[in-house]
Nanobody, 121 residues
Protein backbone atom coordinates (compact mmCIF):
# COMPACT_ATOMS: atom_id res chain seq x y z
CA UNK A 1 0.00 0.00 0.00
CA UNK A 2 1.03 3.58 -0.64
CA UNK A 3 0.02 6.43 1.64
CA UNK A 4 0.33 10.19 1.40
CA UNK A 5 0.05 11.98 4.73
CA UNK A 6 -0.34 15.75 4.80
CA UNK A 7 0.21 18.21 7.62
CA UNK A 8 0.53 21.92 8.22
CA UNK A 9 -2.88 23.39 7.48
CA UNK A 10 -4.70 25.77 9.77
CA UNK A 11 -6.16 29.22 10.27
CA UNK A 12 -4.04 32.24 9.36
CA UNK A 13 -4.66 35.94 8.92
CA UNK A 14 -4.39 37.59 5.50
CA UNK A 15 -0.75 38.26 4.70
CA UNK A 16 0.39 35.38 6.87
CA UNK A 17 2.28 32.21 6.02
CA UNK A 18 1.82 28.46 6.29
CA UNK A 19 3.94 25.50 5.29
CA UNK A 20 2.31 22.27 4.12
CA UNK A 21 4.10 18.94 4.13
CA UNK A 22 3.21 15.65 2.48
CA UNK A 23 5.12 12.43 3.08
CA UNK A 24 4.72 9.38 0.87
CA UNK A 25 5.28 5.97 2.42
CA UNK A 26 4.68 2.30 1.76
CA UNK A 27 5.44 0.08 -1.21
CA UNK A 28 7.32 2.64 -3.33
CA UNK A 29 9.87 1.99 -6.06
CA UNK A 30 9.98 5.47 -7.55
CA UNK A 31 8.16 8.81 -7.48
CA UNK A 32 7.84 11.08 -10.48
CA UNK A 33 5.72 14.22 -10.19
CA UNK A 34 4.53 15.43 -6.79
CA UNK A 35 2.19 18.33 -6.34
CA UNK A 36 -0.50 20.22 -4.53
CA UNK A 37 -4.08 20.82 -5.55
CA UNK A 38 -6.84 22.70 -3.76
CA UNK A 39 -10.60 22.70 -3.67
CA UNK A 40 -12.74 25.50 -2.31
CA UNK A 41 -16.41 24.92 -1.38
CA UNK A 42 -18.56 24.79 -4.49
CA UNK A 43 -15.57 24.79 -6.83
CA UNK A 44 -13.66 22.16 -8.75
CA UNK A 45 -10.28 20.92 -7.58
CA UNK A 46 -7.50 22.95 -9.19
CA UNK A 47 -3.75 22.58 -9.55
CA UNK A 48 -1.63 24.77 -7.29
CA UNK A 49 1.91 23.61 -8.00
CA UNK A 50 3.83 20.57 -9.20
CA UNK A 51 7.46 19.46 -9.15
CA UNK A 52 8.85 16.50 -11.06
CA UNK A 53 11.73 14.23 -10.15
CA UNK A 54 14.12 16.42 -12.13
CA UNK A 55 13.08 19.53 -10.23
CA UNK A 56 10.96 21.12 -12.95
CA UNK A 57 8.29 23.27 -11.31
CA UNK A 58 4.90 24.52 -12.44
CA UNK A 59 2.68 27.03 -10.60
CA UNK A 60 -0.88 28.16 -11.06
CA UNK A 61 -0.81 31.83 -12.04
CA UNK A 62 -2.50 33.20 -8.93
CA UNK A 63 0.13 31.74 -6.58
CA UNK A 64 3.26 32.67 -8.53
CA UNK A 65 5.60 34.76 -6.40
CA UNK A 66 3.77 33.81 -3.20
CA UNK A 67 3.98 30.00 -2.99
CA UNK A 68 7.09 27.83 -3.25
CA UNK A 69 7.03 24.08 -3.85
CA UNK A 70 9.99 21.89 -2.97
CA UNK A 71 10.71 18.22 -2.36
CA UNK A 72 13.10 15.99 -0.46
CA UNK A 73 13.61 12.84 -2.50
CA UNK A 74 15.40 11.06 0.35
CA UNK A 75 12.28 11.20 2.51
CA UNK A 76 9.68 11.17 -0.31
CA UNK A 77 8.29 14.45 0.99
CA UNK A 78 6.90 17.46 -0.84
CA UNK A 79 6.43 20.87 0.73
CA UNK A 80 4.41 23.96 -0.08
CA UNK A 81 5.53 27.21 1.50
CA UNK A 82 2.67 29.68 1.27
CA UNK A 83 3.38 33.36 1.91
CA UNK A 84 1.26 36.49 1.56
CA UNK A 85 -1.86 34.40 1.95
CA UNK A 86 -5.18 35.83 0.77
CA UNK A 87 -8.76 34.94 1.72
CA UNK A 88 -9.19 33.47 -1.77
CA UNK A 89 -6.51 30.89 -0.93
CA UNK A 90 -8.96 29.31 1.53
CA UNK A 91 -9.52 25.71 0.48
CA UNK A 92 -8.80 22.10 1.28
CA UNK A 93 -5.30 21.35 -0.02
CA UNK A 94 -4.52 17.90 -1.39
CA UNK A 95 -1.17 16.29 -2.04
CA UNK A 96 -0.78 14.22 -5.22
CA UNK A 97 2.04 11.97 -6.37
CA UNK A 98 2.73 9.71 -9.33
CA UNK A 99 4.24 6.59 -7.79
CA UNK A 100 5.65 3.32 -9.09
CA UNK A 101 4.38 0.68 -6.71
CA UNK A 102 6.93 -1.90 -5.58
CA UNK A 103 4.13 -4.38 -4.95
CA UNK A 104 2.33 -4.13 -8.29
CA UNK A 105 5.05 -2.77 -10.56
CA UNK A 106 2.63 -0.16 -11.90
CA UNK A 107 2.52 3.63 -11.96
CA UNK A 108 -0.46 5.21 -10.25
CA UNK A 109 -1.72 8.58 -9.06
CA UNK A 110 -2.15 8.77 -5.31
CA UNK A 111 -3.87 11.41 -3.18
CA UNK A 112 -3.57 12.54 0.41
CA UNK A 113 -6.56 13.01 2.67
CA UNK A 114 -6.47 16.81 2.44
CA UNK A 115 -5.62 19.55 4.90
CA UNK A 116 -7.73 22.67 5.43
CA UNK A 117 -6.23 26.12 4.94
CA UNK A 118 -8.37 29.04 6.08
CA UNK A 119 -7.27 32.63 5.54
CA UNK A 120 -9.39 35.01 7.55
CA UNK A 121 -9.13 37.95 9.92
Amino acid sequence: QVQLVESGGGLVQPGGSLRLSCAASGSILSINTMGWYRQAPGKERELVATINSGGRINYEDSVKGRFTISRDNASNTVYLQMNSLKPEDTAAYYCNAHILSRRFGLWGAYWGQGTQVTVSS
